[in-house]
């Protein structure tokens, strides 16, 4: 019982990281990449809510206008497919994205 | 008359100067305003550059900064000033400031001895829309230095005005101090042939005249005695402001005496009485000249207005003197304006009119009250009480 118990701890409190883990990093990989396109987002939406709100949009209608790739990668990978994710795990996957690479809290 | 004209030209010297200076310490005062505004405003506009500079600094710092890549980036930090990040929310991202900054509407603005600058920048390093910049306020222009300035311009401007005055005035003075001397010499040279007149009469022997050129003789003898009297009166106004006080005790009963004597002559032919009730050896300090004078126009005054063949009373006590006539009187209108000089109600009388002018300053100088009780044909009462 104990054990069982102790074992649904650590999947709930696993359960967002490695819904993530699962859905985002699962194909991107290389964390650097998430760096860059951080600093690309903050360079051009300044704050927290707006840099979310952005991504949001961009990856539930992904078009050249809103995409923050540098030219030269959007003409070579073009833009990126509809994201398959529902509204809320699309968000909630978002809060974690930023919650890990914001150039905020790297500041000291 | 003199003391008129000197009075006229210190007021005409003070109204200039006032205007001078007044003006003068007008510019003067716009001048070093204007020049104190135009320091703060320069001082303002140097620390705003001063602080976009910094805003600068800052900026480019950042965009330094965000060229990098790192797990970890050091917020840059100035020696000169202190600043801080928001993002386009206005939210802080990070700040070495102690203070927090609410209002993004004034682009400068000063708080507890320090200087804020607020500048947006774009692109939005590290989130970054508004940077804020704080440092402490650079000392405002000191204006001690400035008022000293002023102080010696003034000191010297009420220095060079005086002289300025004095050239002004200059034409004025001469003129002023011609007619002066010319009145003067003029009330001078009537003293001679004045008292020639009256020592000539007094040795004419009277036995050796027949009753009509006796009659003739006193006659020019009272008509001597007017002109020396009011030749008297001039020279109390001319050299009022200067004679020298000799004030003695005099014995007044004795002075009284003398003039009741003196006028003897003009009351005689008016056929008047004096009625003396005097009261000997009665003492008072004062000069000599002004009390005769003071004594002289009271008496002779009575002696002009009262009707002919009336009594005169002279009343001396201790600390009284009354001379009562039996004249035409005054009404209470004519009293209040007996003192203006030149003020004559009667123009049938001769005279100038100077008579209550110099026994108003006489009493004033010695502090002797003045009572004048005076009935319409009736008759005047002069009191004077010390």
Redesign the interface.
Known sequence: MVKFIFFLLIVFSNIYASNFDEKCLSCHQDS?QF?MMM?RY??????????KEAIFNYLKNPTHETSILPLGFLNRFGIKDKSTLDDKTLKEMIDIYYDRYN??S??? | MGTNLYSGEKKTILYVLSLYLSSTLLLITTLFASYYFYEQDKLFHQEKDTLKKYAQELEDKLSLL?DE???????PRFENFKSAIY???K?L??STMDDKVDDFNDEYFTKDAHSFCISSIS???????YTVIQKETSKVFDPTKLIFLALITIIFTIITSFFLVNIVLKPLRDNIKLLDNFIKDTTHELNTPISTILANIETIDATNCDEKSLKKLQRIKIASLSISNLYQDLVYLLLNHKTSLQNEKLNVSEILHQRVIYFANMAQLKKLEFVLNIQENVFFTADRQKMERLIDNILSNAIKYTKKATKIKITLTSNMLCIEDEGKGMSAEEIKNIYERYRRFDKTQGGFGIGYSIIKSIINEYGINIEIESKIDKGTKVTLKW
């Open positions: 650097f760096n600093k903050t360079l051009k939406y300044s704050s927290e809510e707006k840099i150039l905020k790297k500041l000291y | 965000n890549n790192s797990d970890k980036y050091k917020y993002d386009i929310d939210k991202i990070f692109p939005y390093y590290f989130g970054a829309a």
